[in-house]
């Protein structure tokens, strides 16, 4: 069978292409003492929808394929600060600090 003029209607948008994303992210910083932090975070990404495809798109637009997906990730850190405040030191070092991150 082939198509003729009549076969074809016009639309002002792509037909069963609809996609839906949701991101997000956090962070809470904690001070524990006066030269203690801790930092907790994460993020999230989720997506779902159809696979348009150009290709299918003319006789076979009600059978796209559909994705669902769904990213995430969480980190703690630990920063502590030293400082060298005597004024009488001889130290070259007034400050210093390390941080622990877990992924």
Known sequence: QFLRQDSFEKTDWRMNARNT?????GKI???TGPSVNLTFGGSMNYSRG??????GSLLNFGNFGYFESLDWRVFGRLTQRFNNNDPESSSKIKSAYYSLMVD
Request: glycine fraction near 0%; aromatic fraction near 14%; avoid cysteine.
């Open 21 to 25: 994303s949701i991101s997000a992210q």
């Open 29 to 31: 910083d904690v001070n």
């Open 50 to 55: 159809n696979n348009y495809s150009y290709a």
